[in-house]
């Protein structure tokens, strides 16, 4: 389990043991970064977000696609959200350095221009507004007002090359993948088909490990007590990446000021 798997699941275990008699604490997001983390239901049936980030940490993404005929990047129709003033100021200042970011590959390239730290904030307020989230949850389950956002981190931005993502086995693939990995060095005590998505017991951590059979990428992640077999994509994005760090020394809001919001 990655760090910031653990450290959702721990921030929901102290929502719920802190403020559970005002109001009800449900997991989302997991590894879905297009859904909050945590949904509050207070005791009226109000709802708002949670989202959880354990500092460093990636805070928010679009698409760019460079356009070689016109040397310049297009924001893509893979975006869930519209194209806004903040994604084209960026989108603008990396026009005018367009082959140094065309060829950022996997390492990426750092989008810093004047005024750029601004933009970056405005561009994930927006973003997290639009979802719904009206506070964070950070390390050492500090909680802070999204709109209070920029006095606790600093951000960044990326240019770079980025795998997008990974999908169950599916159902065509599962007796190929189970004779593969039946076949291999794995300790597989047990394995467990639920629909299209393969499931391991096994002596061993096998958490991350991967392998590659008749041409996809396959990696083994935990799941409580079990390992689901996840297949990786091919399918490779350039995206201009927001992270965040976390200001030292600055505090967030006391149990006593976070519980007048869920009264």
Request: aromatic letters at 14%.
């Amino acid at each position: 389990m990655k760090d910031w798997e653990r450290f959702e699941i721990e921030s929901i275990e102290y929502l719920q043991n802190t403020f559970g008699t005002l109001a009800s604490f449900i997991h989302q997001g997991k590894s879905d970064s297009t859904v909050p983390d945590i949904l509050v239901v207070k005791s009226d049936n109000t709802e708002f977000y949670i989202e959880v980030k354990y500092a460093p940490a990636q805070c928010g993404q679009f698409v760019l696609i460079p356009n070689l005929d016109t040397s310049t990047f297009e924001y893509s129709t893979k975006n869930k959200g519209q194209i806004d003033q903040y994604s084209q100021a960026i989108i603008n200042h990396m026009n005018t350095d367009f082959d140094s970011f065309r060829e950022a590959g996997s390492k990426g390239k750092d989008i810093i221009f004047p005024g750029s730290n601004e933009i970056f904030i405005n561009w994930i307020l927006k973003s997290y507004r639009e979802k719904g989230v009206k506070f964070f949850i950070t390390n050492d389950h500090t909680i802070l007002p999204l709109e209070d956002f920029a006095n606790y981190f600093t951000v960044s931005a990326k240019y770079r090359i980025k795998r997008s993502g990974s999908s169950s086995v599916g159902r065509s693939r599962l007796e190929l993948v189970s004779n593969y990995i039946s076949s291999k060095d794995y300790g597989i005590k047990e394995i467990k088909v639920d629909k299209d998505k393969l499931y391991v017991a096994s002596i061993q951590d096998l958490h991350n490990q991967r392998f590659i059979l008749d041409g996809n990428e396959y990696m083994f992640a935990a799941r409580e007590n079990l390992f689901e077999i996840r297949k990786l994509s091919n399918t490779y994005n350039a995206n201009v990446i927001f992270s965040i760090n976390k200001v030292e020394n600055v505090d967030g809001l006391t149990p006593e000021e976070f519980t007048q919001y869920l009264k």
